[in-house]
């Protein structure tokens, strides 16, 4: 790969994914084969030209918890991985900084984006949430009970104990519900309070599940009965976990674009749920699976995460359908060789992969396919297994311990013989 050959002062353009806006960067140091970059406050529908250059500045976040008197976002990054597809503006005077200490990857528009939706949100709340965080130690009374002013998350505890959840504006930080009931002033009360952003329901027993109103960007359900699920456009997150029900069905923003969509599968069972657009998939509990359901329902993937119970694998070659698949990661997965594993020109837009727990003849011819087309720090294929460890460790617990920098093999090998007694 030709690394590209930078200037300080040079000013670049990217286009951040989820929304399509133009966003910018400066190069600010170069030494040696990594180099200084800072973002700037540029972010707009349009490329910005040369002329637009007088009007930027650094960045200063001051976002959640951020302020905007200090906060910059600077980083060391490795040139290799420069993006290709950045765009050259121009230079610009460099305004000094302190020293550089934080290593990272190259920008991609995300504190752009986070201001700018923080900027939207009703001042009344955002000043009340960061108020919350300076009163640590002062309490309130909800519900008869006695809660820290800056309380981020509630429970049934507190949720069972109140007749009216206009009685939870006493506690402003809130950013969290957590649930296994059905309160009808919930979703209502969700739609009026922009900064809570999680909601964890177990055990819902509502068909339709109407949340696009809401401000939430990480929803966590359970529940068989449910067979659609409405999504807010802020959303980022969706993990859906035990039974589900075959008529599920998913509605989001963008169908999918930019979503993240957690399943810990049950039986190895995954509806059909819509989303031809997907982004990130992350499947876990994997016994027996074949690809081609991915595939064939997600072909706009960017990334993809499986982890097995340990489990087996069918048609990896499906992955080379993946074009645009930027991210893999691959655990205790088996049932594939080394053939069916796509070469890097297949997709050639991975610039992640992490493969541990995997057969040892796959995981060797792995390693040399990759080797300096992806990141060091993003790529790593460990505890290569055979079929004889397979076997031995179908059933072991303690299986994630064999081959850990961090367990010592005396340990792991003393701890399997008294989980065997």
Same mark, same amino acid.
């Not at 529940?223 to 859906?240: A, F, R, T, Y």
């Not at 992490?354 to 300096?372: E, M, N, R, T, W």
């Given at each position: 790969?030709?690394?590209?050959?930078?200037?300080?002062?040079?000013?670049?353009?990217?286009?951040?994914?989820?929304?399509?806006?133009?966003?910018?960067?400066?190069?600010?140091?170069?030494?040696?084969?990594?180099?200084?970059?800072?973002?700037?406050?540029?972010?707009?529908?349009?490329?910005?030209?040369?002329?637009?250059?007088?009007?930027?500045?650094?960045?200063?976040?001051?976002?959640?918890?951020?302020?905007?008197?200090?906060?910059?976002?600077?980083?060391?990054?490795?040139?290799?991985?420069?993006?290709?597809?950045?765009?050259?503006?121009?230079?610009?005077?460099?305004?000094?900084?302190?020293?550089?200490?934080?290593?990272?990857?190259?920008?991609?528009?995300?504190?752009? *984006?986070?201001?700018?939706?923080?900027? *939207?949100?009703?001042?009344?709340?955002?000043?009340?949430?960061?108020?919350?965080?300076?009163?640590?130690?002062?309490?309130?009374? %909800?519900?008869?009970?006695?809660?820290?002013?800056?309380?981020?998350?509630?429970?049934?505890?507190?949720?069972?104990?109140?007749?009216?959840?206009?009685?939870?504006?006493?506690?402003?930080?809130?950013?969290?519900?957590?649930?296994?009931?059905?309160?009808?002033?919930?979703?209502?009360?969700?739609?009026?309070?922009?900064?809570?952003?999680?909601?964890?329901?177990?055990?819902?027993?509502?068909?339709?599940?109407?949340?696009?109103?809401?401000?939430?960007?990480?929803?966590?359900?359970?529940?068989?009965?449910?067979?659609?699920?409405? !999504?807010?456009?802020?959303?980022?997150?969706?993990?859906?976990?035990?039974?589900?029900?075959?008529?599920?069905?998913?509605?989001?923003? =963008?169908?999918?674009?930019?979503?993240?969509?957690?399943?810990?599968?049950?039986?190895?069972?995954?509806?059909?749920?819509?989303?031809?657009?997907?982004?990130?998939?992350?499947?876990?509990?994997? =016994?027996?699976?074949?690809?081609?359901?991915?595939?064939?329902?997600?072909?706009?993937?960017?990334?993809?995460?499986?982890?097995?119970?340990?489990?087996? %694998?069918?048609?990896?070659?499906?992955?080379? =359908? !993946?074009?645009?698949?930027?991210?893999?990661?691959?655990?205790?997965?088996?049932?594939?060789?080394?053939?069916?594993?796509?070469?890097?020109?297949?997709?050639?837009?991975?610039?992640?992969?992490?493969?541990?727990?995997?057969?040892?003849?796959?995981?060797?011819?792995?390693?040399?396919?990759?080797?300096?087309?992806?990141?060091?720090?993003?790529?790593?294929?460990?505890?290569?297994?055979?079929?004889?460890?397979?076997?031995?460790?179908?059933?072991?617990?303690?299986?994630?311990?064999?081959?850990?920098?961090?367990?010592? =093999?005396?340990?792991?090998?003393?701890?399997?013989?008294?989980?065997?007694?």
């Amino acid at each position: 790969m030709k690394q590209q050959i930078l200037h300080p002062g040079e000013v670049y353009a990217l286009q951040e994914k989820e929304t399509g806006k133009w966003f910018t960067f400066q190069i600010l140091q170069i030494d040696g084969e990594k180099a200084v970059h800072v973002d700037l406050d540029y972010w707009s529908d349009k490329f910005p030209e040369e002329s637009d250059l007088k009007n930027m500045a650094y960045l200063r976040k001051n976002h959640h918890f951020w302020t905007k008197e200090n906060e910059i976002n600077y980083s060391w990054v490795p040139i290799k991985w420069f993006p290709s597809n950045a765009k050259l503006i121009g230079s610009m005077p460099i305004v000094p900084l302190e020293e550089c200490r934080a290593y990272s990857t190259w920008t991609d528009g995300c504190q752009q *984006k986070w201001q700018e939706r923080w900027n *939207k949100l009703p001042k009344d709340q955002t000043n009340a949430y960061r108020d919350a965080e300076t009163r640590r130690n002062e309490t309130v009374i %909800v519900g008869g009970q006695e809660k820290k002013y800056c309380l981020f998350g509630v429970f049934d505890d507190t949720l069972s104990a109140i007749s009216d959840f206009s009685e939870l504006d006493k506690l402003p930080g809130l950013g969290r519900i957590c649930t296994s009931k059905d309160y009808p002033q919930l979703i209502p009360f969700l739609e009026r309070r922009y900064l809570i952003q999680e909601l964890n329901w177990d055990n819902c027993q509502r068909k339709e599940l109407d949340l696009s109103r809401t401000h939430l960007e990480n929803i966590e359900i359970s529940g068989k009965d449910v067979e659609l699920i409405k !999504l807010p456009s802020g959303i980022h997150k969706l993990i859906l976990k035990g039974e589900l029900s075959p008529n599920l069905r998913i509605i989001s923003p =963008k169908d999918g674009y930019y979503l993240e969509l957690w399943v810990e599968l049950h039986d190895d069972f995954l509806p059909d749920v819509g989303l031809s657009r997907l982004w990130d998939l992350h499947l876990r509990n994997i =016994k027996d699976f074949s690809l081609k359901k991915i595939t064939s329902r997600f072909p706009n993937l960017a990334r993809l995460w499986m982890t097995g119970k340990p489990g087996y %694998v069918h048609d990896m070659a499906e992955l080379s =359908k !993946l074009h645009g698949l930027e991210r893999l990661w691959i655990e205790d997965i088996f049932g594939f060789n080394a053939d069916e594993f796509p070469r890097h020109e297949d997709i050639p837009e991975l610039r992640f992969l992490i493969a541990q727990s995997i057969p040892a003849d796959a995981g060797k011819v792995i390693k040399k396919l990759y080797k300096g087309k992806i990141p060091d720090l993003d790529f790593s294929v460990t505890k290569l297994r055979s079929d004889e460890w397979l076997k031995e460790n179908m059933n072991n617990p303690l299986r994630h311990w064999d081959g850990s920098e961090f367990i010592p =093999k005396s340990k792991y090998n003393k701890s399997v013989a008294l989980w065997g007694d």
